[in-house]
């Protein structure tokens, strides 16, 4: 059966490629701004996956499993989206610096012959450490923060900044890999 991975982020593909060998790629045209946070994070980036994976559902044979997902970050109950500019990801960083924040994934698996969708959602807690002004005008400087979540990547130089993970490390990344592993191995 064909494997589709509905996401242009290369992050997702490059962790698929630990799970399965031979997938492609079909970027969803799902709009995310249509999703209204109704306060439950857990539903809001479940919402978000499955209008992916619809959007690429409609668009494939019968014959495929799709996988799809969506990370956010959350201090205090609210979301911390991609920064829109520099200034937005220095405030980010800085409410950011010293505390206790979660990382959601949602991710949305559909067996597309046999008409079974699975939806999970996983929270990994997340602690940064204290940053200088400084420091942080030296990492947005790299570029790295503005096309994520929260204005961070663990896996790149704003792992640097985190002092501690309760959780999935992959979570953080953007694929909860052990997650996904069950799901794939009930669906399939």
Do not use: W
Not at 25 to 44: A, C, L, M, P, Q
Not at 60 to 70: F, G, H, L, M, P
């Amino acid at each position: 059966m064909r494997i589709i991975l509905a996401s242009a982020s290369e992050r997702r593909q490059e962790l698929l490629k630990r799970l399965v060998s031979d997938f492609d790629i079909i970027i969803s045209n799902f709009d995310e701004n249509k999703v209204d946070f109704r306060g439950s994070i857990d539903e809001y980036v479940k919402e978000i996956a499955l209008g992916k994976a619809m959007d690429v559902r409609n668009r494939v044979s019968k014959d495929s499993i799709i996988i799809s997902a969506d990370t956010i970050v959350t201090l205090d109950n609210k979301i911390l989206g991609k920064p829109k500019d520099e200034k937005e990801a220095f405030k980010m960083l800085k409410s950011l610096q010293g505390k206790n924040h979660f990382v959601y994934s949602g991710i949305v698996v559909i067996n597309n012959k046999e008409n079974i969708i699975i939806q999970k959602s996983l929270a990994t807690k997340v602690k940064f450490s204290n940053m200088s002004d400084e420091e942080i005008f030296q990492y947005i400087n790299t570029k790295e923060p503005m096309d994520k979540a929260g204005a961070y990547g663990i896996q790149g130089i704003g792992g640097v900044f985190v002092e501690s993970i309760e959780g999935c490390y992959y979570n953080v990344v953007g694929l909860p890999l052990n997650t996904l592993r069950s799901v794939l191995k009930e669906i399939v």
